[in-house]
């Protein structure tokens, strides 16, 4: 089925730095949302965005909806070790009204 | 406010077995989801509930797999006859009221299944 392109697949950071990542789609979606997992757990949700350009932040965690409605960058500024865990992005097409798209995951993993 | 639960958390059976999972949503929400994760993968779709109704349900789910959603709130997923295929985690998720423009899922802890 359809996937959105995240990346990167994994980051290997020290504790203290910047982390980027970000999802692009070739279709237009209306709602992107961010999720973190830790093993054995179900994801939790971080963001959601609704609006084209929107800019929202949790707490060290900023989320934005991309201008062109295709992608979305998520920001975790200065990391811990409890960030440690498996980030998705998903996407809800414009057509749809309830059906997620999912990225691939970025593995977060802090070097000791 | 208490999130999404489910029960149980983990279950182990036997090939051919039959097994039941439930889900209890956030109380107000009346869009219900469950899906199939397998490790290394984001989660894949498996069936949608709007109150008691199943409205779409994934052509990857088999005939084995049935869910439920009696009084449009707790639901049961059932798998029968299950097979090795089946081992993954089985998360359920509840998003706000249709009507509401919100669209975010909420998920549960997860019911991990293991079929020897």
């Known amino acids: 089925g359809q996937q959105l392109n995240q990346s990167p697949q994994s980051m290997f950071i020290q504790e203290g730095e910047d982390v980027s990542m970000n999802c692009t789609s070739s279709?237009?979606?209306?709602?992107w949302l961010w999720y973190k997992q830790d093993p054995g757990e179900g994801p939790v949700l971080l963001i959601a965005?609704?609006?084209a350009g929107e800019l929202t932040s949790n707490g060290r965690l900023t989320a934005q909806f991309g201008i062109t409605r295709k992608d979305s960058f998520l920001n975790i500024s200065a990391s811990i070790p409890s960030d440690v865990g498996i980030y998705f992005c998903?996407?809800?097409?414009?057509?749809?009204?309830?059906?997620?798209?999912w990225g691939a995951g970025t593995k977060l993993i802090i070097k000791p | 406010d208490t999130g999404v639960s489910q029960d149980p958390r983990h279950k182990i059976t036997k090939r051919g077995q039959n097994v039941t999972f439930r889900c209890d949503p956030i109380?107000?929400?009346?869009?219900l989801y469950w899906y199939r994760q397998t490790l290394g993968q984001g989660p894949e779709f498996l069936t949608y509930?709007?109150?008691?109704?199943?409205?779409?349900k994934s052509r990857l789910l088999s005939d084995r797999f049935s869910a439920e959603r009696p009084k449009g709130s707790f639901s049961t997923l059932e798998i029968q006859r299950t097979e090795q295929g089946d081992s993954a985690m089985y998360l359920c998720?509840?998003?706000?009221?249709?009507?509401?423009?919100?669209?975010?899922?909420?998920f549960g802890p997860g019911t991990r299944l293991t079929v020897t």
């Open positions: 998720a509840s998003s706000p009221q249709s009507g509401t423009g919100r669209y975010e899922q909420y």
């Open positions: 109380s107000e929400h009346n869009r």
């Open positions: 509930f709007q109150n008691e109704a199943q409205l779409e």
């Open positions: 279709s237009i979606f209306n709602t």
């Open positions: 965005l609704y609006k």
């Open positions: 998903a996407g809800r097409h414009m057509d749809s009204n309830y059906q997620l798209i």
